[in-house]
């Protein structure tokens, strides 16, 4: 969209259920109490607020009708009746969700950091453990209240695990008095024989040091079968059991694609993936519907010849792809004809804590400090707002200075059974 609002020849209409557009890639940060929500936030109505040709709604997608060109629209926050809106073109880019393999009940019991609302219950989650573990007199229970599980070791997880890692062996280390913080146990669980399966395996290699340095122990080649209130079983590759009494448990594994992915193969007529993606063509629209461009997480990009192209679920696609969806409606509004989408691979980087972290940036393969200061400033360079760049390098400078972490508050209504 903001390569489309200065363009008097457009009127954009930006939905979404949110109020706000979230920098997903620091969530974790929020989940583990470095920063604070509004700091990797910013509200869209600010955004354009400049821009009178993009109107912003707040409500939720639920339906489409592709033939009459319209988009239904629900959950209005005046609790009205649903809208029915035109267009002459449609983008949608409605992301991912995690997906809990069929165990819906488990994302109650392990909750994701895919939202602002999850990443704080998460936050509320890590910092009660420690808190019940003060009390605790039983050695048994309090040795599960710590113990983390981070199920899934991409780069999300490891970045959950290392920095929870970091608060028990670093942060809180002399915040308490009954417990040795330092004695946590972090278990990051991966099916795959090695964490960051997305990078070179010496980048895997060097991340599984840099983590165990922060006391996190990867768990490779074990599935998790079971969670409840106390405990997760894992199993082996022969089926063999292991059950872990622990009161945290952190999912980061597999993602779908949007609802609205299935809402739309429903009216086009095409097929999903096996992860719920809709398969859109080289410019990205999809099937006998030139005017619906799809977008981002929730899409699977196919060549001219109908093969799909492998791309990750990463920011850079997305966003590469939003600024080749503006450039298609502006050669199409000039007569022009658009070349195929092409993804510009500008590298892959994962940090693992405190001056830690791993970068594959066109088969240059990084780690330690120069990763780390290369994910600091791409990190700040995409954050959206000036003010929220800013506030981050000051929080981080600080954080690095101090060792500290400003945003470890307890919020919300406790959920825990008693
Ligand atoms: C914790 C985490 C860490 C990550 N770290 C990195 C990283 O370090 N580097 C990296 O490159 N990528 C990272 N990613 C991936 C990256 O964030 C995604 O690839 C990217 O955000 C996808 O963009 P998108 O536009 O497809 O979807 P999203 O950014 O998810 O945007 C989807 C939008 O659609 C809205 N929406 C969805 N459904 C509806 C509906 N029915 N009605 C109205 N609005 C709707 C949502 O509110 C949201 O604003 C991370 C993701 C997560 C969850």
Redo the contacts with the bound molecule.
């Keep these: 969209m903001r390569k489309l609002r200065h363009s008097k020849r457009v009127e954009i209409t930006l939905?979404?259920?949110?109020n706000f557009?979230?920098f997903?890639?620091l969530?974790?940060q929020v989940a583990t109490g470095a920063l604070s929500a509004g700091e990797i936030a910013a509200p869209l109505r600010a955004i354009f607020r400049r821009n009178r040709n993009v109107r912003v709604l707040l409500?939720?997608?639920?339906g489409f009708d592709l033939t009459k060109r319209r988009v239904v629209l629900d959950r209005l926050p005046n609790g009205g009746e649903p809208r029915v809106l035109e267009y002459d073109t449609l983008i949608v880019?409605?992301?991912?969700s995690y997906s809990y393999f069929g165990h819906e009940e488990w994302r109650r019991l392990a909750p994701?950091?895919?939202s602002l609302e999850s990443a704080l219950d998460v936050r509320r989650r890590i910092l009660t453990a420690f808190e019940a573990a003060e009390v605790e007199l039983d050695p048994a229970r309090r040795a599960a209240w710590l113990t983390f599980v981070v199920v899934g070791a991409g780069?999300?997880g490891v970045?959950l695990a290392g920095q929870i890692g970091e608060m028990a062996r670093d942060t809180l280390r002399r915040d308490f008095r009954a417990i040795d913080t330092r004695s946590a146990r972090i278990l990051l669980v991966e099916v795959a024989d090695r964490v960051l399966t997305g990078f070179p395996p010496r980048s895997s290699a060097r991340a599984k040091v840099a983590l165990e340095q922060l006391g996190v122990d990867a768990v490779l080649e074990r599935r998790v079968v079971e969670i409840d209130t106390e405990s997760v079983t894992l199993a082996g590759p022969g089926g063999e059991a292991q059950i872990v009494p622990a009161r945290t448990v952190i999912w980061?594994a597999g993602v779908v694609g949007?609802?609205?992915a299935a809402a739309l193969a429903g009216q086009s007529g095409a097929a999903l993936d096996r992860v719920g993606r809709l398969p859109v063509g080289p410019d990205l629209t999809v099937a006998g519907h030139p005017e619906v461009i799809a977008?981002?997480?929730?899409v699977a990009v196919h060549d001219e010849g109908g093969r799909p192209v492998p791309l990750p679920?990463?920011?850079?696609?997305?966003m590469q792809q939003?600024r080749y969806a503006a450039r298609l409606i502006r050669d199409r509004l000039d007569g022009k004809r658009t070349p195929s989408f092409r993804y510009r691979d500008k590298g892959n980087?994962?940090t693992i804590g405190r001056a830690r972290a791993v970068a594959d940036v066109k088969g240059l393969q990084l780690s330690g400090f120069i990763a780390w200061l290369t994910w600091l400033f791409v990190?700040l360079f995409y954050l959206i707002g000036l003010q929220n760049r800013v506030l981050v390098f000051i929080r981080w400078t600080f954080s690095f200075a101090t060792h500290g972490r400003g945003a470890r508050l307890i919020t919300g209504a406790p959920k825990r059974p008693r």
Excluded at 93 to 96: L, R, T
């Design positions: 939905i979404d259920r949110r557009h979230l997903q890639p969530l974790y409500g939720e997608v639920t880019a409605g992301g991912s994701d950091v895919k780069p999300t970045e980061a949007s609802t609205l977008l981002g997480d929730m679920g990463l920011a850079p696609v997305a939003g980087l994962a990190h």
